[in-house]
Nanobody
Framework: QVQLVESGGGLVQPGGSLRLSCACSGFTFRSYGMSWYRQAPGKERELVAAITVTGGSTNYADSVKGRFTISRDNAKNKVYLQMNSLKVEDTAVYYC??????????????WGQGTQVTVSS
């Protein structure tokens, strides 16, 4: 079955760094665009970062530009999110997402279970 398993979350002080990982199986990873979303209690889930199937292009939410970096390793079926200069506002559950399609048409998509990131002194 399809699995997207996040890891690397935890407690970190403001200004610190974390690297999240997402291990994927059960689908052709190299054919899917990958992204990271996050959701804090009482707030809507938001897109944080996205990367194309080859890793040639990336997109970031304005709130994380210059601080976060998304990357992927198609040989290992993994996607990463390097988070630097963390702020209290970054506290949320972070979710890994896979999507396959052409133009605006989605063929299929999958979600991970999430990993908690807490930024606090």
């Amino acid at each position: 079955q399809v699995q997207l398993v996040e890891s690397g979350g935890g407690l970190v002080q403001p200004g610190g760094s974390l690297r999240l990982s997402c291990a994927c199986s059960g689908f052709t990873f190299r054919s899917y665009g990958m992204s990271w979303y996050r959701q804090a209690p009482g707030k809507e889930r938001e897109l944080v970062a996205a990367i194309t199937v080859t890793g040639g292009s990336t997109n970031y939410a304005d709130s994380v530009k210059g601080r976060f970096t998304i990357s992927r390793d198609n040989a290992k079926n993994k996607v990463y999110l390097q988070m630097n200069s963390l702020k209290v506002e970054d506290t949320a559950v972070y979710y890994c997402h896979a999507k396959r399609g052409v133009r605006v048409t989605t063929w299929d998509e999958y979600w991970g279970q999430g990993t908690q990131v807490t930024v606090s002194s």
